[in-house]
DNA sequence: CCAAAAGTGTTCTCCGTACACCCATGT
DNA sequence: ACATGGGTGTACGGAGAACACTTTTGG
């Protein structure tokens, strides 16, 4: 996959970064030999960054020490080792927020798509409900959407137009609001 | 020093990290040997901070491989090497963006301070000028203020009145809106 | 008295939110 | 015909920005 929106959030670097299993059963899950001098010499850090995919095309591959790697519902995440759950949790307040003064979606959605569509995407990430009327203008303020002639038929129901993203406009967007691409 | 304002914004991980010097350039400075396979086996990862901080009260000491450590002007700072002068205007950028929607100056005033004291504070990291009634409504609105009966005499005008934060409040206002503290 | 700084209130605009009606389409 | 979803416009309220007059104080 390329042209990822992939967005940094957060370093991890606390010295103890257990956080729903002791390191006693961390370290027995992973099968390493518990080190106690471990926290004394030494510290893990991890980058967080966050990456908007379409989900079917990503296939998830566990390495040597994961047990599984599977997409999970953002409501069902069972308990993770270390500060795991945390880092998911800051990243999606992190991306709600993001979305909040930011248009995303140019890696999300077909190149013509509908405003529902849009919208749709939006509710799934923000986990609510949105008013079609208000979300329409606020997009359509954003200046980056240009609405074609086409309109989607084949639906149940009254055929929706048909938007793209002005890539051009968007990038521009993008690079006032987000502070570092890295 | 404690107590420190002190967030994370940003981690430079950058393999390529030189801006304003080649490597050539960088390790000698450095007094380092060139080491041509660096890139290829290794990468330098930076977690950026920025503090608030009085600076009469923190002393800068240069380390080992710091030719000179003292404060600057935001803008007198000369080219460094690496790209620090980027992650000074990051940190910058960011720390005025949090500025725009939070409360800040708990560590940065004496305990009893006036609104414009206040105000100067922020025109200072903002790097422009406010409206007075506009600044005094806005820091009132935070609720995080609160007015003592005493003015500050010895001015050359009319005595302003004192403010102390709401230790609570501010706390509470702060955590609020920070997305993570680490 | 006067200059300079500080206290205070009103108006306007913009944005987000709440909300209602009409139109198109497949069943 | 009708249920469902989509297109569109209006009204209200809050927040930020623009803006002026009065009061205090030292010189």
Not at 36 to 54: I, K, P
Not at 68 to 78: A, G, H, L, S, Y
Not at 122 to 130: A, D
């Amino acid at each position: 996959m390329s042209e990822i929106f992939l967005q940094q959030f957060h370093t991890f670097g606390d010295v103890v970064r257990y956080t729903n299993f002791s390191k006693q059963e961390t370290m027995a899950k992973l099968g390493l030999p518990e080190d106690v001098t471990h926290e004394l010499v030494s510290r893990d850090v991890s980058v967080g960054y966050y990456a908007l995919v379409e989900f079917a095309n990503a296939v998830p591959t566990p390495d040597f020490f994961t047990e599984e790697c599977r997409w999970w519902d953002i409501d069902q995440i069972p308990a993770l080792l270390f500060d795991h759950n945390d880092m998911i949790k800051l990243a999606l307040k992190t991306l709600r927020r993001q979305l909040s003064y930011q248009p995303i979606g140019y890696n999300l959605l077909p190149d013509k798509f509908t405003m529902p569509d849009l919208q749709q995407l939006y509710e799934t990430i923000l986990g609510q409900l949105l008013d079609r009327r208000n979300f329409q203008k606020r997009m359509l303020g954003y200046d980056i959407l240009e609405r074609l002639e086409e309109r989607k038929t084949g639906g149940a129901h009254k055929a929706p137009y048909l938007y793209r993203f002005d890539k051009e406009k968007y990038e521009k967007a993008l690079a006032d609001e987000i502070l570092f691409v890295g």
